[in-house]
Each structure stands twice: as structure tokens, then as C-alpha cells.
T-cell receptor, first 110, second 114 residues
Framework: LAKTTQPISMDSYEGQEVNITCSHNNIATNDYITWYQQFPSQGPRFIIQGYKTKVTNEVASLFIPADRKSSTLSLPRVSLSDTAVYYCLVGPLYGQNFVFGPGTRLSVLP | DTEVTQTPKHLVMGMTNKKSLKCEQHMGHRAMYWYKQKAKKPPELMFV???????INESVPSRFSPECPNSSLLNLHLHALQPEDSALYLC?????????????FGPGTRLTVT
């Protein structure tokens, strides 16, 4: 399983766009990149998943360069309620062995 | 219904007690998971059940014993735990053979071992 590295923490202000980058230098050909969000005392929640280029949903965008050795989660116009820990995971599509990276603690300030 | 429920929410037990954690989902998912999460750390996978059979056991001590009575239920039986086992225990479920690497997590059981 590909190991991931992320910034430990980030601060932002309400209304700003936040970009969180995840490095995964040894990503395998059949690996996908998935991001989860976790609020205190709650289970993680799926945000977005992608394989290459760009994926967008109603919550976030995921940018993956051609070499796939990194990925960037983009949260548009964050609010206070986006304060959470964001985890990047890399693994095969049908894999069950989820390995969460260290996560990035995002604090959104008023 | 896209909810995974876990009971109890909180549990305090002594090192000689026997207790069980319960997890339930009604999404028709055929894979269910147990994770352990310590404070300010990422969740760590403990067990995976696929079609009611144990498919992954991440070298978890035998004082943790999982059980999957049917496709909707997952239990974690606890016996002779240590104080360092105090943590948030998360249950999750997922579809099998779908084009998404998505697990649905419950709110967790906060376990304190005294």
C-alpha cells in the first residue's frame, strides 16, 4: 500500500479556498486516491475519489497530476463547519485494507 | 438509509470484565470493518468481514474477538482488556465489487478501560 504524507495542520479563514496536498510517491498503477473528512467524536466521511486529472462533486475538487505522485483536495469557500481532519488514502479500488494517513487538521477561522 | 449505527456510545469497563460492542447497517453492504482510533491519530484497521467471513485480521490481540452473525450485524467482544485499549472504536461498511472506494462509518463507541 502506498504511503501518504500530508501537512499536519492548516489554518484558513471563512470564504477562502483551501488546498490540501497529499504526496504518494509509490502509488501503484491500480491505486485510486480517496479523501475522507472527520469531525471530532464522529466517524470519517467520504468526500471524493479519483484516479487521474480532475474530479469534482458538490463538496470538493480533486486534482491529480499526470505522474499521480501527489494529489490536491480543494475546498471552495470554506466555512467554520469545515473545521475537521482530512485524510488522504491510496489503494486499489476493490481493496479492503484501508490505511489512513496521518491526516491534516484544518482550522477555519472567522 | 445510509446509516451505520453503533451501541453503546460510551463504555467503561474494568480489566476483568467482558463486554461487547455492536454495529448495524441496513444498506445491503457485504463488507464490514472494525477500526480503533486513539486520540489525535488516524483510524487503524482491526478486522474486515466480507460476506460474513473474516477476511482480514490485522494481528489484533485475542482479547478482541469479532463476530458477524449476519450481513447486517457486526459485534466486537472484549475480554481482559488493558488500559491502553481505551480508544474510539469505529465500525464501517462498504459495498463489494463497486466502483467506489467508499466506506460508511458509524459514530463510534468511546471505550475506557479502568
Amino acid at each position: 500500500l502506498a504511503k501518504t504524507t500530508q501537512p499536519i495542520s492548516m489554518d484558513s479563514y471563512e470564504g477562502q479556498e483551501v488546498n490540501i496536498t497529499c504526496s504518494h510517491n509509490n502509488i501503484a498503477t491500480n491505486d485510486y486516491i480517496t479523501w475522507y473528512q472527520q469531525f471530532p467524536s464522529q466517524g470519517p466521511r467520504f468526500i471524493i475519489q479519483g484516479y487521474k486529472t480532475k474530479v469534482t462533486n458538490e463538496v470538493a475538487s480533486l486534482f491529480i497530476p499526470a505522474d499521480r505522485k501527489s494529489s490536491t483536495l480543494s475546498l471552495p469557500r470554506v466555512s467554520l463547519s469545515d473545521t475537521a481532519v482530512y485524510y488522504c488514502l491510496v489503494g486499489p479500488l476493490y481493496g479492503q485494507n484501508f490505511v489512513f494517513g496521518p491526516g491534516t487538521r484544518l482550522s477555519v477561522l472567522p | 438509509d445510509t446509516e451505520v449505527t453503533q451501541t453503546p456510545k460510551h463504555l467503561v469497563m474494568g480489566m476483568t470484565n467482558k463486554k461487547s460492542l455492536k454495529c448495524e447497517q441496513h444498506m445491503g453492504h457485504r463488507a464490514m470493518y472494525w477500526y480503533k482510533q486513539k486520540a489525535k491519530k488516524p483510524p487503524e484497521l482491526m478486522f474486515v468481514y466480507s460476506y460474513e467471513k473474516l477476511s482480514i485480521n490485522e494481528s489484533v490481540p485475542s482479547r478482541f474477538s469479532p463476530e458477524c452473525p449476519n450481513s447486517s450485524l457486526l459485534n466486537l467482544h472484549l475480554h481482559a482488556l488493558q488500559p491502553e485499549d481505551s480508544a474510539l472504536y469505529l465500525c464501517a461498511s462498504s459495498q463489494e465489487d463497486t466502483e467506489t472506494y467508499e466506506q460508511y462509518f458509524g459514530p463510534g463507541t468511546r471505550l475506557t478501560v479502568t
